[in-house]
Nanobody, 126 residues
């Protein structure tokens, strides 16, 4: 089992940047595939980005391609989401997710993941 704790959210002006972190407990972090999701008020939780075991494989939803970068540091058992060129439509609670996997797959659906963090609020002002 793994526990996830997100940090790094906050208030930023449009065009600004934030880096989210998700610290994971457990000694088998390198065998978890990881993802970031977000949920805006009144909307469903949606996929943002996913990363495989080593970090070489990544996937993004179209709206964040070229602006967001997901990465991981297995030695620090942490996954990151670098967010650049933020706009008000990026305002949401951002969640980190994990799944123990025997293959380094990229998971883009909420139901694929077994573990979730508590979320961190990102607010982008215009």
């Amino acid at each position: 089992q793994v526990q996830l704790v997100e940090s790094g959210g906050g208030l930023v002006q449009a065009g600004g940047s934030l880096r989210l972190s998700c610290a994971a407990s457990g000694r088998t972090f390198s065998t978890y595939v990881m993802g970031w999701f977000r949920q805006a008020p009144g909307k469903e939780r949606e996929f943002v980005a996913a990363i495989g075991w080593s970090g070489r494989s990544t996937s993004y939803t179209d709206s964040v391609k070229g602006r967001f970068t997901i990465s991981r540091d297995n030695a620090k058992t942490t996954v990151y989401l670098q967010m650049n060129s933020l706009n008000p439509e990026d305002t949401a609670v951002y969640y980190c997710a994990a799944k123990l996997s025997f293959r380094s797959v990229l998971l883009t659906t909420r139901r694929d993941y077994d573990y979730w963090g508590q979320g961190t609020q990102v607010t982008v002002s215009s």
